[in-house]
């Protein structure tokens, strides 16, 4: 499990691009027949990426996180970015689409992870996994591709229409730290998350996905009156602390798993600020 100690806000000026790109991107997250995870200090959230292709792949416990079993004390969200497959949880199939999620709870044992048949088209799954701890177990609970709460939101006009499918929140599927959901562009959008917004109650990480392979997704991070960006491509994941900005303009249309732990889960608890006044 790859380590990324929490950064402060003034860090990021004396950054180089590859000091950005080291901190805040995940990339190489999908490799298959691996599981890779990392940990970022900030909120303790474990990202990971879970790619069974020849067989199917049993999630283990780390050193890192003292447990034998990674559920032990510990939530997750699993959003399938590839192909059909399966997650069993003690000896339940869920099956999941491209775009579905799963919520896993404390207390899960044995989980185990698998494609099915390949389809030339969409390949073998990518399990998406955003974990945070967890003080109390709620049921595992599988939501479908573009289920959930939607909120339609943004106008072509600005270049921002998207569909938000909100499935692991307040009123919705609970967890205890974990918000999680799926954001969709309409074709011809580019922009997200714009008007941009903060949470210093929250980190948060987005997993693009969807997006073509030479098309990229320029993300804007760092506090809003000293922005910075990384040129992100398909299935890479971005670590935003509490303290930043966190927006994008696609060279394609795309989608993007958006997922939140910390203080509190109130969707709605951003810390606003109008476009004219980044920097
Ligand atoms: O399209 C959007 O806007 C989002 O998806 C925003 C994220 O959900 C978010 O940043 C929630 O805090
Ligand atoms: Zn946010």
Do not use: K
């Amino acid at each position: 499990m790859e380590q990324r100690y929490a950064t402060a806000p003034d860090q990021v000026p004396g950054m180089t691009t590859e000091d950005l790109r080291g901190r805040y991107l995940v990339p190489e997250l999908f490799v298959d027949d691996e599981i890779r995870t990392v940990y970022t200090h900030h909120d303790r959230v474990v990202l990971g990426g879970i790619s069974p292709v020849s067989a199917p792949l049993t999630l283990p416990g780390y050193p890192e996180i003292r447990s034998e079993q990674f559920f032990e004390h510990r939530e997750a969200g699993i959003v399938n970015v590839g192909g059909t497959g399966t997650i069993t949880v003690d000896g339940t199939e869920h099956r999941l689409e491209h775009g579905a999620c799963l919520y896993v709870g404390r207390g899960a044992v044995d989980v185990v992870l698998a494609s099915e048949e390949p389809t030339a088209e969409a390949g073998p799954a990518r399990f998406y996994l955003f974990s945070a701890p967890a003080h109390t177990a709620y049921p595992t609970t599988l939501v479908p591709p573009g289920q959930g709460t939607v909120r339609e939101l943004g106008d072509p006009l600005t270049s921002n229409r998207r569909t938000l499918n909100q499935y692991i929140h307040e009123n919705g599927v609970r967890s205890c730290q974990v918000v999680m959901g799926v954001t969709t562009l309409y074709p011809g959008s580019m922009w997200n998350t714009m008007p941009a917004h903060t949470h210093d109650r929250r980190t948060e990480c987005y997993l693009y996905f969807d997006l073509p392979a030479e098309a990229r997704v320029i993300h804007i991070l760092g506090e809003p009156t000293e922005t910075r960006h990384l040129v992100i491509g398909n299935r890479e994941a971005v670590i935003s602390p509490s303290w930043s900005v966190h927006s994008g303009v696609g060279t394609a249309s795309y989608s993007f798993v958006w997922a939140m732990a910390g203080e509190n889960q109130a969707f709605d608890d951003m810390d606003g600020f109008s476009v004219s006044t980044m920097r």
